[in-house]
DNA sequence: ACCCAGGGTCATA
DNA sequence: TATGACCATGGG
């Protein structure tokens, strides 16, 4: 089975998954460092919250006391360090200059300097770079690690760059890698979400022949 | 009542 | 470098 191959069977098995839900390049950003270990259900809430008090914007956010903040994100979890997170990456963003000239930077700077603000990890910068910023990044998350290695495609326990080459390498030369690895991940987490997360069944649907709730994806 | 979620940081050894 | 504690709400 190959990286491809995995890829036709959950298109085929989900369908197209438009990601990432949120209006402008901004709201993915916010929405990337809420998400982190969160239920998107709850992600909502607090996006939600900020839209309601005029507050999805760098400055203001920028200028809101972190105590209001944090009120505003309760909803989502880790509520004082996502507030401490987002004033971070807020700070960062304004002090590059805004969204204009983040885009003018190439993606591996561009990855770099996400890298700088604290509360920003990989993941949260790959989603940033993939989902804001349209650049040719695989995202790696829990998801993407268990399904490949229960497809043993991968060991599982290899550094987070080794596998993100490993699947930008593996799905080599396309035109259209950005469209690619946007609807990859998405549908990796469709997966989790339909499969896998909500019995005890999942730590071996995926691997079994004929799942026993159904669904006939990734033989 | 328990488990998990679209991670990341920090202290310790 | 590698492991563990910690962060916290909400749904199954």
Redesign the pocket.
């Known amino acids: 089975m190959t990286l491809r191959q995995v890829y036709a069977a959950l298109y085929r098995t989900y369908g197209p998954q438009h990601?990432?839900?949120g209006e402008t390049p901004f709201e993915v950003m916010v929405?990337?460092v809420l998400?982190?270990?969160?239920?998107?259900?709850?992600v909502e809430?607090a996006i939600v919250n900020l839209k309601t008090h005029d507050a999805l914007d760098p400055a203001v956010i920028t200028h809101t006391p972190a105590r209001t903040l944090a009120a505003w994100l309760?909803?989502s979890?880790?509520?004082?360090?996502?507030a401490r997170r987002l004033k971070n990456f807020c700070a960062w963003y304004l002090a590059a200059g805004g969204l204009a000239a983040l885009q003018r930077l190439d993606t591996a700077t561009l990855r770099r300097e996400l890298l700088r603000?604290?509360?920003?990890?990989?993941?949260?910068?790959d989603?940033i770079l993939l989902?804001a910023f349209q650049r040719p990044v695989f995202v790696i998350?829990?998801?993407t690690r268990r399904l490949f290695s229960r497809l043993q495609l991968i060991d599982g326990e290899e550094s987070y760059e080794v596998l993100r080459h490993y699947c930008e390498k593996g799905l080599g030369r396309a035109t259209g890698k950005v469209a690619l690895f946007n609807e990859y991940h998405a549908l990796i987490?469709a997966h989790?979400?339909s499969v896998c997360?909500?019995t005890p069944l999942c730590a071996a649907c995926c691997l079994r022949r004929r799942c026993p709730l159904g669904h006939e994806i990734l033989r």
């Open positions: 990601w990432w839900p929405g990337a998400t982190q270990n969160t239920a998107w259900s709850n809430k309760k909803p979890g880790y509520f004082n360090i996502k603000v604290n509360g920003v990890g990989p993941e949260t910068a989603d989902y998350d829990a998801y987490v989790a979400k997360r909500k």
